[in-house]
């Protein structure tokens, strides 16, 4: 809970921070400050070296001291001087990619700022990692969820307040990195004696040797999901960026559900697995596809019939012109959500390497997508190539696992939240454009009614199976979770 809440608590001041920046800058400066923080993203994945997951996993090895100190030790030698190099090279030559790379020498000094924030970046993450392995949620949340995106957003105020402009939201951005890797430290030196002078012993090699293979998953994930920003930036212009820095995120909260679902499916499926439990597999997998599936529905159907009223009130009419991008990634990354669940299952039995080589093939195929549709259809064609890339991505793992466990996600109580959808939504907007104006009063008047109908529909409507309700029990006796609040209001509901 406390993990989940953080989620949410960044989730939100994050998109805030990101309507500020785009209302108060405009779409070709915004398109800037994403290069720059895409850049920054990229970079420190490469530089850390995969230092962060080596420290999740070799700390909790050992209850020696002596053992973790030497693990976190090894692991900043290695990572910081690597981040500090690369953040020297982007600062120094930042008007060269500026020019050479995204062909607007304007973005030179958000670059050189965002090359300044690479080594403080590669801190958080190597602190997060620390603060894993030693298996420490609250300081976790209190630094990335709370801290960063709080920092970022209170800089972004005061950058609004004074008119700094575009130089001033990069320092913001930057700001959140820094007051963030500060207080990691200071998590880190708190809970281990890291400034003591005694001997400890070097795990360079044994770190690397474990870390260096996750660079390439890391790096394609996050190739993945910023590629089409990057390569925007290289093969369009610097407005064009501005438009999909909007869109992008509005579409990517589609995702919600599926990360706080998937934080307690991966581990729970795990269990399962280990004991050889596949029909009990079987039956989670397709409970938490359909809720997922039930839980986002309603936001894919707003941002695919009232995309360009969405953004308008959310971003500003500037950015309006990005309506069908949005709706192309809405149906990305809402394939994303549904099927999910699905790599957490590959995962859970441990098929990381077929997870690798389906996350190398699907960034090859978006990296040819864009270069094919970006010079074309600009944004729209990112658009289309992130969306094709995440639907391909996901059937393969789908595939995958039904292919290995016999698993399939798919019931036929899914079709009946999805014929409620439509209908509740097919009505509300033929209603809309027959007799009611599109105003931010309308859309919001809308949006509640849309959810009342649905939820109750659902609800009402077969939405919940008996199964269900008995797979919830059964959670509840083998996890020891008081689920009691949630079953009165299933009941309720039901009667």
Not at 10 to 31: E, N
Not at 408 to 423: K, Q, S, Y
Request: net charge neutral.
């Amino acid at each position: 809970m406390i993990i989940f809440a953080g989620l949410v608590f960044q989730l939100v001041v994050s998109f805030l921070a990101k309507i500020v920046i785009a209302r108060t800058i405009g779409r070709v400066d915004y398109g800037a400050v994403t290069l720059g923080s895409t850049l920054l993203t990229i970079i420190s994945t490469f530089a850390i070296l995969g230092m962060n997951h080596g420290l999740s996993r070799y700390i909790p090895r050992k209850d020696d001291v002596e053992y973790k100190r030497s693990v976190v030790l090894s692991a900043y030698q290695i990572a910081i001087p690597t981040a500090v190099v690369a953040g020297l090279v982007v600062v120094l030559f930042s008007d060269e990619i500026a020019v050479r790379l995204f062909n607007d020498p304007s973005v030179g000094d958000i670059l050189w700022i965002f090359g300044l924030a690479i080594p403080f970046a590669v801190t958080v993450q190597v602190g997060i990692g620390t603060i894993q392995g030693l298996q420490l949620s609250v300081p976790k949340v209190a630094v990335r969820n709370v801290t960063q995106p709080l920092t970022r957003f209170l800089l972004v105020g005061a950058v609004v307040f004074y008119g700094f402009g575009k130089t001033g939201m990069a320092w913001a951005y930057a700001g959140g990195h820094i007051a963030a890797a500060l207080l990691l430290l200071y998590y880190v030196f708190n809970h281990l004696p890291l400034l003591e002078r005694k001997p400890w012993t070097r795990m360079h090699s044994e770190l690397l040797t474990f870390s260096l293979p996750l660079v390439v998953t890391s790096a394609m994930v996050v190739l993945l999901s910023r590629v089409d920003s990057f390569m925007l930036g290289v093969l369009a212009t610097t407005g064009d960026v501005g438009v999909y820095g909007v869109v992008y995120p509005m579409a990517e909260l589609l995702t919600a559900g599926l990360a706080s679902f998937g934080f307690l499916f991966t581990p729970i499926l795990s269990e399962l697995h280990a004991d050889q439990e596949l029909e009990e597999m079987r039956r989670l997998c397709q409970v938490v596809t359909k809720w997922i599936f039930m839980v986002t529905l309603h936001v894919f159907m707003i941002l695919t019939v009232f995309p360009e009223i969405t953004i308008s009130l959310s971003f500003g009419a500037e950015y309006a012109d990005g309506s069908l991008a949005l709706t192309n990634l809405a149906f990305g990354f809402f394939s994303h959500a549904v099927l999910g669940p699905n790599v957490n299952a590959l995962t859970s039995i441990g098929r990381t390497r077929m997870i690798m080589y389906d996350n190398v093939v699907v960034t090859a195929l978006s990296i040819a997508l864009n270069i094919l549709l970006i010079p074309q259809f600009t944004y729209i064609g990112a658009a289309v190539a992130t969306t094709v890339s995440y639907v391909f991505l996901n059937i393969l793992y789908t595939v995958q696992i039904h292919r290995v466990t016999g698993i399939h996600p798919f019931t036929a109580a899914m079709v009946r939240p999805g014929i409620i959808a439509a209908i509740s939504i097919a009505t509300i907007y033929l209603l809309t454009n027959e007799y009611l104006s599109s105003t931010p009063l309308t859309l919001f008047a809308n949006f509640f009614v849309f959810i009342v109908v649905y939820t109750f529909g659902v609800l009402s409507f077969w939405g919940i199976k008996e199964e269900e309700i008995d797979l919830l029990l059964q959670m509840e006796d083998r996890f020891g979770v008081d689920l009691s609040m949630l079953k009165k209001v299933v009941v309720r509901v039901m009667k």
